[in-house]
């Protein structure tokens, strides 16, 4: 039988900062603009976004189990997979039941919230539901037609912001999906950047990602500016949207994201130093994450 490990493993946990840093950015920004929080809601959009989260890592293993999976020996902790299909520790059907098992957590929360009011969580909630699975879902297969990455894009930064915005506020405003622009620069340098290691079996299984159409020369140009924007971002919603200018302390993440750069630029893929660099991508957007959401705490408890 499984032991709980092996579990762990198939739901990718440490990803989970990829959606749940922009919920807690969004609530964030809530607080600050209007003084709004309710523990309730943000316990359920939290779990809500966690499990359409998990299931989509899950539905995306099953899927490449059939797919580049197997095919890949240059997979890494942060790419290819959880690999527990491939190591014989999970048979592919449970994993898929596993899937749908958190897809349905996902849902459950948001038909509690939609019951408390929040009516548009209804098509936020379903648009999440899509992303999640048919990113990696045949016969769609999104991420197989070149438009994953900007899928992730929107998915986990400004739709995820705007939603989680909308269920403190009950109002659809363009800054809650302004605030989701630097995380989701960082989350789609995340995609990208492990689609490197994977590049030979992507080709050989036909996943025809926007990497594999580009070729890694041009690609690598395309995260570089992926890991600047960012930091050009926070500019944008301090002028533009007249954000806190204390959300410019993101910048204690640029050391992180041009050190990152100048190993792609220098590390080939398949060697082990560029899991470093895998590394230091998701750290970027760890960090950077995090010091909007305390700083725009820290303005709104300034005031």
């Known amino acids: 039988m499984p032991g709980f490990q092996t579990y762990l493993k198939a739901l990718r946990l440490p990803f989970l900062t990829g959606s749940l840093l922009p919920v807690a950015a969004a609530t964030a920004l809530a607080y600050w603009l209007h003084q709004a929080f309710h523990f309730g809601y943000f316990c359920l959009n939290l779990v809500g976004v966690a499990g359409l989260h998990l299931g989509a890592n899950l539905i995306n293993d099953y899927y490449d189990s059939f797919g580049s999976d197997p095919l890949n020996i240059h997979f890494t902790q942060f790419s290819g997979g959880s690999r527990v299909i491939q190591d014989l520790k999970l048979k592919a059907d449970t994993v898929k039941s596993l899937a749908y098992f958190f897809l349905a957590v996902g849902v459950v929360c948001g038909l509690v919230l939609i019951y408390a009011g929040r009516y548009w969580v209804a098509v936020f909630g379903f648009l999440g539901l899509l992303a999640g699975f048919f990113y990696s879902a045949s016969p769609v297969q999104l991420m197989s037609l070149g ?157």
Not at 167 to 196: C, D, H, K, S, Y
Not at 204 to 212: D, E, I
Not at 277 to 288: D, G, P, R, S, V
């Open 147 to 303: 438009l994953g990455e900007f899928l992730i894009f929107l998915a986990f930064g400004p739709l995820l912001t705007l939603a989680s915005y909308y269920v403190q506020t009950g109002r659809i405003a363009p800054l809650g999906a302004a605030v989701g622009l630097p995380l989701a620069f960082l989350i789609t340098a995340i995609i990208w950047i492990n689609e490197f290691p994977d590049l030979e079996a992507d080709l050989a299984a036909a996943k025809r990602h926007l990497v594999s159409r580009l070729g890694l020369k041009l690609s690598c140009w395309v995260y570089a500016a992926l890991m600047l924007a960012p930091f050009v971002s926070l500019l944008f919603l301090i002028e533009y949207y007249v954000l806190p200018d204390l959300i410019i302390a993101g910048l204690v993440a640029l050391p992180l994201a041009l050190r990152a750069l100048r190993l792609v630029w220098r590390t080939a893929p398949t060697e082990p130093d560029f899991v470093t660099a895998q590394a230091l991508t998701i750290q970027t957007h760890f960090f950077l994450g995090l010091t909007l959401t305390l700083a725009l705490l820290y303005a709104a408890w300034r005031r």
